[in-house]
C-alpha cells in the first residue's frame, strides 16, 4: 500500500464547475500538507500549504485536511480551462526530516 | 529571478554511458533534492541535501550519486545508466525541507 493514494484521473469537467480533488494518507505522523499544479511539461509550483488540520482559502481554492480520517481535498470553484493540470498532493512529518511524499496525481481537464 | 534551472532538458543516451544532470538555484536555499516521475507513480525522491557536504539517500537512490559542494549546484550523477532509469526528473529547492519546494523545469532523459 501506498503511503500516499491519489486517483489518477482524468477528471473532465465543464468550465464553471466546482472541483473536487482528494488525497488520503496512511501514517498519522504527516503534520503539513500541500498542493501543487503541474501544467504540461513544467515542474510543480506549490499552490497551497496547510499545517495539520482544518481550512485554508486563496481565492477561488480551498484546501481541507481532515486528520482524523487520514484525508486531505483541494476544491476549485468557478472552474477555468487554464486549471487544467496535473495536481499533485504532498505531505510531510518532521519525524522523517522533513521529506515530501507526493501522491501519484490527479489529471483535471476543464472543457470550455 | 528566482528559480531553479536544469540542464540538459533533454537527453538521449546509451547504456553505460556516465552522464550529468546539473541543477542550481539562486536563492540562497539549505535544502535541495532530486526526483523522478514516472507515470502511476508521481514524484519519487531520489536524493536529497540539508546543506552543502550533507547528502543523504531518497527513496529510490539505487544507481545514482549526487554532490553538494556548493550552496547553489546539486548535480546528479549517472554513472552507468540503465533503461529502467529513463524517466522525467526534477530538481527543487526549499528553505527546510517541508516548506514550499521550487522546482526546476525537468530533464527528460531516454536510456537506450
Known amino acids: 500500500q501506498k503511503e500516499v493514494e491519489q486517483d489518477p484521473g482524468p477528471l473532465s469537467v465543464p468550465e464553471g464547475a466546482i472541483v473536487s480533488l482528494n488525497c488520503t494518507y496512511s501514517n498519522s505522523a504527516f503534520q503539513y500538507f500541500m498542493w501543487y499544479r503541474q501544467y504540461s511539461r513544467k515542474g510543480p509550483e506549490l499552490l497551497m500549504y496547510t499545517y495539520s488540520s482544518g481550512n485554508k482559502e486563496d481565492g477561488r481554492f480551498t484546501a481541507q485536511v481532515d486528520k482524523s480520517s487520514k484525508y486531505i481535498s483541494l476544491f476549485i470553484r468557478d472552474s477555468q480551462p487554464s486549471d487544467s493540470a496535473t495536481y499533485l498532493c504532498?505531505?510531510?512529518?518532521?519525524?522523517?526530516?522533513?521529506?515530501?511524499?507526493f501522491g501519484a496525481g490527479t489529471i483535471l481537464r476543464v472543457k470550455s | 529571478e528566482a528559480q531553479v534551472t536544469q540542464n540538459p532538458r533533454y537527453l538521449i543516451t546509451v547504456t553505460g554511458k556516465k552522464l550529468t544532470v546539473t541543477c542550481s538555484q539562486n536563492?540562497?536555499?539549505?535544502?535541495m533534492s532530486w526526483y523522478r516521475q514516472d507515470p502511476g507513480l508521481g514524484l519519487r525522491q531520489i536524493y536529497y541535501s540539508m546543506n552543502v557536504e550533507v547528502t543523504d539517500k531518497g527513496d529510490v537512490p539505487e544507481g545514482y550519486k549526487v554532490s553538494r559542494k556548493e550552496k547553489r549546484n546539486f548535480p546528479l550523477i549517472l554513472e552507468s545508466p540503465s533503461p529502467n532509469q529513463t524517466s522525467l526528473y526534477f530538481c527543487a529547492s526549499s528553505l527546510y525541507g517541508r516548506d514550499e519546494q521550487y522546482f526546476g523545469p525537468g530533464t527528460r532523459l531516454t536510456v537506450t
Open positions: 504532498a505531505m510531510s512529518a518532521p519525524e522523517y526530516g522533513n521529506k515530501l511524499v
Open positions: 536563492m540562497n536555499h539549505e535544502y
